[in-house]
């Protein structure tokens, strides 16, 4: 015993146990621990797994340099956003140049660069420590014992995985199937493995430990890239079995265009009630009905969008990709020539869960070269090609702008003309959003973009209304943000802020389509103050150009009499009902009243 207390051997040894003891920081920082025993267990496991493969830390300190140096990206995500490293997190990373990340990290990049070098003298000096030491060598007899354990578990859980899981007896009475994963007992020669002999270790448990977990998050990731990547080939045969109701033998030309907006808060529309004029021309619109109760489940848009566009429901928003196809699709079996029109990043080499849904449109174009950086274009550039694709001969048109919005950096959205509010953003090099300082900066040049995205918007109406179709057009925003709201000290999204779920949301139709669709927009106005969500946006479009197809769910539509309210639930510390929780400080973070709903 006296050896493990030399300074060296102490130190290797502290060094692991704060690596081990991260997700039990998560309670600390207000992040709920789901079976903190189990974690504890599993972490315990991995270790002494580690130690008896390798005999000595010198020979797996190696493995634990990834941990090291994600540290600090754990530690500011459960500090700021109330949840550790995902795979959604990784998504982003993956999906984020370096000129964006630059921009995003502003004057803190420096700061950044600082810790990681920290982190990486820590990881040597603990590795020296380790390869001086032979104190720490696993020598004896026990450790063949650990590894036949090892050996066993690893042949078990193989079998598991090729013959599947017998359900436990409850279920198996319940239920006619055999097993948990029938599907892969199909043509197996074996039967398989009993529920009580499966070990008590799993993916998702495991992941929820430190360090060793980070690589069965690194694996989950791994796999929702190659599916996406197959998304595309899988939904192939996918058909919602769409027709256009009442269609008659001549078509009858009509125009149908989703804005996808960026960022968007509901409170600073003057739309809403805001007090500044952020909505001077949109306010002109005699057909426009704002919808002021709409949420999103989720503040981020490589995850909120595939919400809105599909049927994808709102408890699956943290999971990439999804089996079904988007509206694209269904409004092309109803005869409509699609159009994907972007001012977002395109994609590249790897499809992201937006992407394999943007690729369902006949015809598609990314129109921002720049990133989300200052040489990134405004949302104007959407407006030729949206004159285009309504000069298209086809007689049934569905258009969707995703625009940038509010995206940060928020003076870069708009043109000089439009920097209204001061002390803005404009003209400052690569400002900090983290720097309360900044709060009037930031806050007037968020206005100012809502500005501009008003005139854009006003914009689109004015193209469709010179074409002269019958025309409906609905405006969602993807999310919110918060902006150093009274003592608030946080900014930006990702948060579990009411500022990030509730989000601005518009139908505007033409006076040609209310006269096709009279009770439509008689519903419409009827439904206006219900309480929505962004999964009432697929149903509700197709019903808007009156798309049916077998197993809608007319009661998601807002444009429907036969519509009802659903639960709403937002990812915040789990899948929490929006309409049961409290609102808590001037962040407004929305809390459940009961427990959430563990995130699946």
Request: hydrophobic share 45%; charged share 20%; proline share 6%.
């Amino acid at each position: 015993m006296h050896t493990l207390l030399r300074p060296a051997n102490l130190y290797l040894l502290l060094t692991y146990a704060a690596l081990s003891a991260m997700p039990f920081a998560a309670p600390l920082m207000g992040a709920p621990l789901a079976a903190p025993w189990r974690v504890a267990g599993i972490g315990v496991f991995a270790w002494i797994a580690a130690w008896a493969l390798c005999k000595r830390p010198a020979y797996f300190h190696w493995a634990l340099l990834p941990a090291f140096l994600a540290l600090p990206t754990e530690l500011y995500l459960l500090t700021y956003y109330g949840q550790g490293i995902s795979t959604h997190h990784l998504g982003i990373i993956a999906e984020t140049s370096p000129s964006e990340a630059q921009e995003f990290l502003g004057d803190q990049a420096w700061l950044l660069g600082v810790v990681l070098a920290g982190v990486l003298l820590w990881w040597i000096s603990a590795w020296v420590a380790a390869w001086r030491t032979r104190d720490l060598d696993w020598n004896d007899r026990s450790r063949w014992l650990v590894l036949a354990v090892l050996g066993a578990c690893s042949a078990v859980l193989l079998y598991g995985h090729a013959f599947g899981v017998a359900a436990p007896p409850a279920a198996a009475a319940a239920a006619d199937s055999a097993t948990l994963h029938p599907a892969k007992r199909d043509g197996a020669a074996l039967p398989p493995l009993p529920y009580w002999a499966q070990p008590p270790v799993d993916l998702g448990s495991l992941a929820q430990s430190w360090p060793f977990g980070l690589a069965a998050r690194g694996v989950d990731f791994y796999r929702e890239r190659v599916y996406l990547a197959e998304l595309n080939r899988r939904s192939a045969a996918f058909r919602f079995g769409a027709r256009q109701a009442g269609e008659p033998q001549v078509e009858t030309p009509q125009v149908v265009v989703m804005v996808l907006g960026e960022s968007s808060r509901f409170d600073r529309w003057s739309l809403n009630g805001y007090k500044r004029e952020t909505n001077p021309l949109l306010s002109q619109e005699a057909n426009l009905v704002t919808l002021p109760d709409v949420i999103t489940p989720v503040s981020a848009t490589r995850l909120s969008v595939p919400v809105i566009i599909s049927r994808k429901p709102a408890m699956q928003s943290l999971k990439d990709g999804f089996s079904e196809r988007s509206v694209l699709s269904a409004f092309r079996e109803a005869g409509f020539k699609t159009f994907w029109l972007s001012n977002q990043v395109s994609f590249g080499k790897f499809d992201t869960p937006v992407s394999v849904f943007a690729k369902e449109a006949d015809e598609v174009e990314f129109l921002n070269l720049g990133g989300f950086t200052d040489n990134s274009s405004h949302d104007a550039v959407l407006l030729d090609p949206l004159r285009r694709a309504l000069a298209d001969p086809a007689q049934k048109i569905l258009i969707v702008l995703h625009t940038l919005g509010s995206h940060w950096n928020y003076a870069h959205r708009y043109p000089k003309e439009f920097d209204r509010w001061h002390p803005s953003l404009r003209g400052m090099a690569k400002p900090d959003y983290t720097n309360v300082s900044l709060e009037p900066q930031i806050n007037n040049s968020y206005d100012s973009a809502i500005l501009y995205t008003d005139w854009f918007l006003s914009n689109v109406i004015g193209v469709l209304k010179e074409s002269g179709l019958p025309s409906s057009l609905l405006y969602v925003a993807d999310h919110g943000q918060t902006l150093y709201d009274k003592s608030c000290k946080f900014a930006f999204h990702g948060h579990n802020t009411q500022y990030e779920f509730h989000v601005p949301a518009f139908v505007w139709y033409s006076d040609a389509y209310r006269e096709r669709f009279p009770s439509k927009v008689k519903q419409l106005i009827r439904h206006r103050k219900a309480r929505l969500s962004t999964e009432n946006m697929f149903h509700t479009l197709l019903d808007m150009a009156d798309v049916r197809y077998p197993d809608e769910r007319l009661e998601r539509s807002f444009v429907n009499a036969k519509f009802k309210r659903h639960k709403r639930y937002v990812d915040s510390y789990g899948w929490t009902d929006y309409d049961n929780a409290t609102m808590k400080g001037d962040c407004r973070e929305v809390i459940a009243r009961g427990k959430p709903l563990p995130r699946s």
